[in-house]
């Protein structure tokens, strides 16, 4: 794990979700993202020290185990201070809120708490609405990139945009099973908005940074779109969400290995259905005391 230079000040560190750093001119900076534990952080404080840089501010792009599980740890060491959009926030701090949520509410068992599902909490000092904002002297852009979780935000300075979860690289996404969104209409809405930006690189949380995303932004789009259609073309059959969940495993070939994995894929089928009921595309009923998903 090293720090790779973009451009003057801006570098990413793979670990293996992208950590992206900012410096000052005076040695401040700020981390995009923190790992998913204490030892990718301590490896990141240590390659940025190498560099003579000191951790002043993290900006957290969403509330993901694996983007917020370094901020306790770096916290500590350096008093960095935790800047967060404002829906992610209360699961930065109540990161328990995560596989709650994955469980539809129910307390979620010691198998659905482990490090991929429940970060280490930490404070968030302040949040981040969409727009400028400066932190240590640099200015820089929030952009509001919701879909993969409510309240995304990219980080745009000097050209390069740290885009989160907001698109995954192609070969990434190949052997990707179902891609994990909660909200498909914001999702293609910040995918598109993606498309407009005029940046000079792109680095995505997983994936390798670039120049160009049109045809990962394309690929991202499709990937999602057929998958909705298949879900759709099956509705002929009114079905149980988690039934429609085992024939799209099937049908990409994929496997929910375990309980955790199988939450976060239902999460992904129940963000289609709701994007299809929404369209007028799909609709509910109760029989026999299970809920139907038909068109
Ligand atoms: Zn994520």
Redo the contacts with the bound molecule.
């Keep these: 794990m090293t720090l790779t230079k973009i451009r003057d000040g801006v570098y990413v560190f793979k670990a293996p979700t992208n950590i992206g750093v900012i410096a000052a001119d005076t040695g401040e900076a700020i981390v995009i993202d923190s790992g998913i534990d204490e030892s990718v952080a301590r490896k990141l404080m240590r390659e940025a020290e190498n560099e003579g840089f000191h951790i002043k501010a993290i900006i957290n792009?969403?509330s993901?185990a694996?983007?917020i599980g370094g901020n306790p740890f770096i916290a500590a060491r350096t008093g960095a201070v935790v800047y967060a959009s404002p829906l992610e926030a209360p699961f930065i701090e109540t990161p328990l809120f995560e596989p709650f949520m994955l469980t539809g509410g129910a307390a979620p068992w010691k198998e659905m708490c482990n490090k991929f599902l429940l970060a280490k909490p930490s404070n968030v000092s302040e949040k981040l609405p969409a727009g400028p904002v400066t932190i240590l002297g640099l200015p820089l852009e929030i952009v509001a990139l919701p879909g993969?979780?409510a309240d995304?935000i990219g980080v745009l300075y000097n050209g390069v945009l740290f885009a989160?979860?907001a698109y995954i690289s192609g070969n990434l996404l190949e052997k990707h099973g179902i891609p994990?969104n909660v909200d498909i209409q914001a999702y293609l809405a910040s995918l598109e908005m993606l498309g407009t930006l005029e940046c000079e690189w792109y680095v995505p949380?997983h994936g390798e940074h670039s120049r160009d995303i049109t045809s990962d932004i394309g690929y991202n789009r499709s990937k999602v779109i057929n998958l909705i259609e298949q879900v759709e073309s099956w509705l002929s059959q009114p079905m149980e969400a988690e039934e429609l969940l085992a024939k799209l495993c099937s049908h990409l070939a994929v496997t929910a290995a375990n309980p955790g994995i199988f939450f976060l894929y239902r999460t992904a089928v129940m963000a289609f259905l709701s994007y299809l009921y929404e369209q007028g595309r799909a609709k509910t009923m109760i029989q026999e005391n299970r809920l139907l998903w038909y068109r």
């Design positions: 792009t969403h993901h694996d983007h993969h979780s995304q989160g979860d994990y949380s």
